[in-house]
């Protein structure tokens, strides 16, 4: 069965202060790996899609990669505004273009 | 329109009784998707139709939750006979080609079960 893992599942940061999110997934056949953001009371918000093991892909302060198990999304020198809620979501394997998506991640940036 | 719109925005309804969410994707778009939320979890995948035919619904948790797209556009959830376990965020997202990874959300309707 398809299965996506993320962690931590809350991170708080000071400004400036860079670190990493992990997606774990597991699924035959990856179709893509998809970031998204979440902030309060709304949908999530695409970000990024990677296909094949070694993409990398970046956006302003955020950078996600993958590898055959695992993604990370990368924040450098986050801000205040960058706190949401990040989630991972996964296509492929028997579910055909079904995206099964992570818990996610809670992140806190302090000023 | 500008986005997928969703309505009611809140819908708050007595055991037992039927209820019917609409989800309105983005003009054009092919792919529907309809996802379930917990408040701090992520969506959980209900069902998903390409055009008006319904692809897979693995994710529908028992047969009083069904979905239609009879028109290749607007599409119905209905939830028979609630439950108070119903109780949840219910969002839907359009993608406007077969396969697309972005998911375009609505801005969900959030259910109450009494």
């Known amino acids: 069965e398809d299965q996506v893992t993320q962690s931590p599942e809350a991170l708080r940061l000071q400004e400036g202060e860079s670190s990493s999110l992990n997606c774990s997934y597991t699924?035959?056949?990856?179709?893509?790996l998809f970031w998204y953001r979440q902030d309060p009371g709304k949908g999530p918000e695409f970000l990024f899609t990677?296909?094949?093991a070694g993409e990398e892909k970046e956006k302003e302060r955020l950078k996600a990669t993958l590898t055959k198990k695992e993604s990370f999304l990368h924040i450098t020198a986050p801000k205040p505004e960058d706190s949401a809620t990040y989630l991972c979501a996964v296509q492929g394997g028997t579910g055909g273009f079904k995206t099964i998506f992570g818990a996610g991640t809670r992140l806190f940036v302090k000023a | 329109g500008a986005g997928v719109s969703q309505s009611p925005r809140y819908k708050v309804t007595k055991r037992g009784q039927d209820v019917a969410l609409r989800c309105d994707p983005i003009s054009g778009h092919v792919s529907l998707y309809w996802y379930r939320q917990a408040l701090g979890q992520g969506p959980e995948f209900l069902t998903y139709f390409n055009y008006e035919a319904q692809q897979d619904k693995s994710g529908l948790p028992n047969d009083r939750f069904s979905a239609e797209r009879p028109e290749g556009s607007i599409s119905t959830l209905t939830i028979q006979r609630t439950e108070q376990r119903d109780s949840a965020m219910y969002r839907c997202?359009?993608?406007?080609?077969?396969?697309?990874?972005?998911?375009?959300f609505g801005s969900g309707t959030q259910l109450s079960v009494l």
């Open positions: 990677l296909y094949s």
């Open positions: 699924v035959s056949g990856l179709r893509g």
């Open positions: 997202a359009s993608s406007p080609l077969l396969g697309n990874e972005k998911l375009f």
